[in-house]
């Protein structure tokens, strides 16, 4: 089942990578074997700021200590399930029957954890509808969500801040330029704030901006007839193109790889009269979130079980996971600040072009 909702969920199959040196957008704990609710520590490591020696110069005591940061990531159950019906009611055997139930059940968890990626780098549920987390589901007890710092917060044209987005303030080209100019001059200068890390595949280094299909829209509107083509060449002509993080991108743009999704949170409050449309695009450097997996006694992330009731009569099944996801985040130097490690948020103007 794990393969299946790999295969079918839209961050698993470009954006995930296992292990501590992966240089993807989500990093995968799988090496675990702890009970619902247990504690997963993650180690962020500061880079080395000696000033050099030279010549015969001693070195003996004057090696710089490794630093880390520590991010703590918490797992516990989440459960699903399915009806089969009773005897009476279904037209199918046991065996379709079976097969229907996996087919949803795998859509369903696919779905689930491509939200909580959407959610947990956002800081955020937002107020768009037609998603299966509520803001108040119990699961952002396990791992809160911790809005965007102010060095990982951007906004589109003139607008500094939620209330002075306005209606001018749309997803454009230029936004990309100053996120680039944000990520490439983070940290790494001895103020103990860490550096955006870009993805690396294949010998290229790229950051990835995923934005909502309105936000692409007004975008490629930006970009015109001519730049649009440039970009989509870009990523056809790009070093490592043919890796998964390349699959479905709208092109590239000064080395971001560009995607669009429909689930990128959305708004309704934004602006001076809080009744603006916006979305909170993302841009995605190399271990912007956390997930990890915990052991369900079967050797495998998910569990299948199945029930009978009413002696026989009718069957249900339960899928089963101990997991958890969040963003990856560390204290400032003051420690009065929790900022993010490989996101920036960028809201701007959201409107639907269908609109009337």
Known sequence: MAVAINKASYWAKKFVGEGKDARLPIQRIDDLESGAGDEVTVDLLMPLSMEPLIGDET???????????????????????????????????????????????????????????????????????GMLWSAANPMFDIN??????????????????????????????????????????????????????????????HYIALMHTYQADAMRQDAGTGGWLDIQKAAAAAEGAKNPIFTGAMGMYNDVVLHKHRNVIRFNDYGAGANLPAARALFLGSQAALVAYGDNETGTRFRWTEETKDHGNSVAIGTHAIMGVKKSTYKSKDGQTVRDFGVIAMDTYNADPNAP
């Open 59 to 129: 070195l003996d005591g004057k090696e710089q200590k490794l630093k880390y940061f520590t991010d703590r990531l918490r797992i516990d159950q989440v459960r699903g399930g399915a009806d089969l019906g009773s005897r009476m009611t279904k037209k199918r055997t046991l065996r379709n029957l079976r097969q229907d139930a996996k087919r949803a059940s795998t859509d369903w968890w696919k779905r689930l954890m491509d939200e909580l990626y959407f959610i947990y780098l956002s800081g955020t549920r937002g107020t768009g509808g």
């Open 144 to 205: 809160s969500l911790t809005a965007p710092d102010s060095m990982h917060m951007m906004y589109a044209g003139a607008a500094t801040s939620k209330a002075s987005l306005a209606a001018t303030d749309t997803f454009k080209l230029r936004l990309i330029d100053k996120a680039v100019a944000k990520a490439e001059t983070m940290g790494g200068d001895g103020t103990d704030e860490l550096s955006m890390i870009p993805v690396s595949i294949d010998g290229g280094d």
